[in-house]
Nanobody, 116 residues
Framework: QVQLVESGGGSVQTGGSLTLSCHVTGTIFGIRIMAWYRETPGNERELVAIAPVDDVRSYADFVKGRFTISRDDDTKTVLLQMNNLKPEDTGLYYC??????????WGQGTQVSVSS
C-alpha cells in the first residue's frame, strides 16, 4: 500500500524558513510527478510547486523566488524548502505524487503557521 509520509511543518515568524519533507512508502512503479499543494484559510487547495521527472520544476507565482522543490527518486522523497515565509503562507500543505499511469496519491497534510 502506497503512503506519503509528510514532516517538517511547524510555526515560525515572518521571514523564517521551514523545510517540508514527503517520503513515499510502499510499492509504486515509477513516479512521474511529485508536487506540493496547500490549503490556506478560506481558499481551495492550490498548487504550490511541481517537479515532473521529465520536465522543469515550476512554481506558483506567490512562492517564486522563496520556495524550492527538489526530489530524490532513489529515496522517493520530495522536499519543499520555504524561505522568507509570510503570514499568508499559513495553511495545510499536502504532498502529491502521480505514477506513470496517472494515478494520484496524497499525503495527510502538514500544518505551516507563520505569525507576524
Amino acid at each position: 500500500q502506497v503512503q506519503l509520509v509528510e514532516s517538517g511543518g511547524g510555526s515560525v515568524q515572518t521571514g523564517g524558513s521551514l523545510t517540508l519533507s514527503c517520503h513515499v512508502t510502499g510499492t509504486i512503479f515509477g513516479i512521474r510527478i511529485m508536487a506540493w499543494y496547500r490549503e490556506t484559510p478560506g481558499n481551495e487547495r492550490e498548487l504550490v510547486a511541481i517537479a515532473p521527472v521529465d520536465d522543469v520544476r515550476s512554481y506558483a507565482d506567490f512562492v517564486k523566488g522563496r520556495f524550492t522543490i527538489s526530489r530524490d527518486d532513489d529515496t522517493k522523497t520530495v522536499l519543499l524548502q520555504m524561505n522568507n515565509l509570510k503570514p499568508e503562507d499559513t495553511g495545510l500543505y499536502y504532498c502529491n505524487v502521480f505514477n506513470f499511469d496517472g494515478y494520484p496519491y496524497w499525503g495527510q497534510g502538514t500544518q505551516v503557521s507563520v505569525s507576524s
